[in-house]
């Protein structure tokens, strides 16, 4: 049994730790809720009872065995090595920690074996790329890959509660005939927002000095670094979208080796952590709407991509609170008790 | 001046097609709207009065100069021979005479030597395939194009009236704790229908053997064939959108020769029918509820997409109506009064 920390447990990813804990039926023997001063003193539902959320500091770790943190780069950079310090496993779900050379970035269904190997502190990926990892293990595993272009459909649950809830409103101002007021998209912290309802936004996390945004640049080097293979060329064009919790992906994936297409489905519906719903006859293929709610990555119509030799198009999708966060970093500390 | 008709006046395009005429001011002497039997009869406001809209009928076109038409494939099959055999130059937004090898298939940007040499049927390309074609035609110009990978965001418009009428009730449904009841999406007269709003579909069109839609296909071949270059490699996801009217694109582009970046940019910036938004600093990029009502191509996110030699990674947004269909019909129409 284990004595567990959620650190930015109000949050959306927070609260979807909280039910993973439940869902993947973590051995917990003590669930400690952790929060900004802002948030301390509220008390908080969840499927072990009434707790209250207390104030993270450095000795909210001691005497616990795993701390799952979501509160943002900050705090993660700040308390993720007193938790380590103190004994307490950090699985971070933060971009503070991903490349740093000394932590792993572990996706479980691709590089449980990097997870043994931390020290203290173990990076979950960014949800784009934790959904698109899942998606192409099998092809990786199987024929080898040279190069990903993907083109992601994100919610606006990767922004959090403040997203989500924004996108129902303008929808609700939209609808009503009323100007939409745009406060926390792209960027809560940006200086223009701009309207996500009915819309879409080509701009996820800040813009780098080559163009492309952050999100952009995480699926290049996180992939990369989750693989081990600093040979796979990404590119990304990352995109939010007006749904409200679900991340799809249209992929493309060059492979190093011949595949038969018939193959490559039966190696994504026996993968781990997949399901294939591809069946264009009858209309399956995976949609955000439905995939809300599902620990899996849904992928769809796998074909031939024949504008280049040894190519595949696929579209994935993945529940961005659930696999895109709290279940994958749930899934490395379950995995470390195996 | 010209005797202009507009088959399918009633239809989405079709409304479009009249607003269109007058925006670009096209000289009509005489403007007569055709419909199905079920819409004649109906009385339509235009900039040009009062019209009473006619059952369209083969002697609907005589001594008529240009029809335009938008009222599906089996229409356009049926009435633009005879609009042709009138002396009426037929043009036609259908995908009935588009891979014809006697009618010529026009993006005016690219293409507007090959209208010249109709024989009275001009077809005008799919939606997603016109706004890809002027987007990267500067880019083919200057640099040749070896390959495009293109991700579609496309709107409910491109489904026509009953599908945006769709995405706004399912929306209302969905916000207010109802099931949403979906009877147009992916396709009307298809066996399944799945909700739009707040969610993805990625299926256009009906499925093909190869497991690619039509829509898919329509942007491979109508490609090449308005490029007349059949050594273009396309592939292509095409996703419906929860967006009202104007379709996006992430596009890939594999050149023939070197470019530098910033002459890619100023060749988008000084194109043909091509607005360049792209200052991430200032968060400046296409969004497609900003373009909904431009009769331009609007391209941002322009940079060099360095996982495989020569190529360039961008995003385009057209509306959907406007330069998707009413707008380049028309341009074709005014390009042979020239």
Redo the contacts between chains.
Sequence with gaps: MSKVCIVGATGAVGREMVQGLKELAYPVSELRLLASEHSAGKTMETPYGLIKVEKAVPDSFKGMDVAFFSAGSVVSKELAPEAARRGCLAVDNSSAWRMDPDVPLVVPEVNMDAARKNKGIIANPNCSTIIMCVAIEPIYRNYGIK???A?T?QAVSGAGWAAIEE??KE??DV?AGRQAKPEVL?MKN???H??IA??????IDV?ME???TKEEHKM?DETRKIFGDQSI???A?T?R????RSH?E?L?VETVKDFDIEDVKDAIATGKGLVLEDD????V??????VSGSTLVHV?????????PR?I?L?AVGDQLKKGAATNAIQIALGLLE
């Design positions: 190069r990903i272009i083109a459909y996108l129902r929808s609700e609808l792209p940006g200086t223009v701009h309207q009915f819309n879409l936004i080509p701009h813009f080559d163009g492309y290049v060329m990404v590119c064009t995109v979208v007006p749904v409200f799809s249209a493309f264009p006859a009858k209309y293929y995976p949609m955000p709407f439905k769809g119509r796998v074909r031939v991509d024949s504008s280049a190519s198009a579209w």
